[in-house]
């Protein structure tokens, strides 16, 4: 059986598909103004903006860990980084351990600007504001803190820093360095939980497309 304009057009008005001066015969025989049609629909717009949380919550949640991760180098209680500096006289892990702290939290602060979540931007205000109850002693190893709330980090005068110095900051009974990791996991706890939830929305809207999709083209045999 032939399919004709009118007979495309009476199946859209069934299944409640918008019309305009654009008939669904030249959606369907031109891939692009296909895309056109789907984009326009619900389930497509939702699915997008599935897909954009999806990453950016996987990028925070992976960041966050990494965060915690990179403290835990310094601050747990089973490492010995201190004492094998003390031993050595060299602070040349710690340094690059404290350097990895400071990019991972500029990434973490790049990461929640993005967000306007109201829970993010708690969380990034919080994590802005650490810094500030050690101004002077973060600025004594080298570290000091941007108008944006991001770290910069004086390498020269960082390498030079004493261990001791180093130890009361970033060890393990060090205040900034257990504030920073709490943060951090809140931080990665709140994207876990975004995840689950886009994840399900994205898995509704991709079932709902799908179904839209396949209604059509099953009408075109």
Known sequence: MRITTQMLNETAKKAGIPLNSQTLLDYINKDSDSSSLLSSSAASSALLKAKVS???YEDMKDNAHELQEAVSKLSDENSDIFEKAKTDNDTSEIVSAVEEIVENYNSMIKILSKSTSALDVFYAKS????PEGFNEELAE???????????EIASDKLKKAGVDMLESIFGNSAGFA???SFVASRIENNAQTNLQSVSSTYSQSADILSSYTGSVYDYLG
């Open 127 to 130: 994590l802005k504001e650490l």
């Open 178 to 180: 257990e504030k920073l």
């Open 54 to 56: 999806t990453s950016g």
């Open 141 to 151: 190893i080298g570290i000091t803190q941007n108008e944006d709330g991001s770290l």
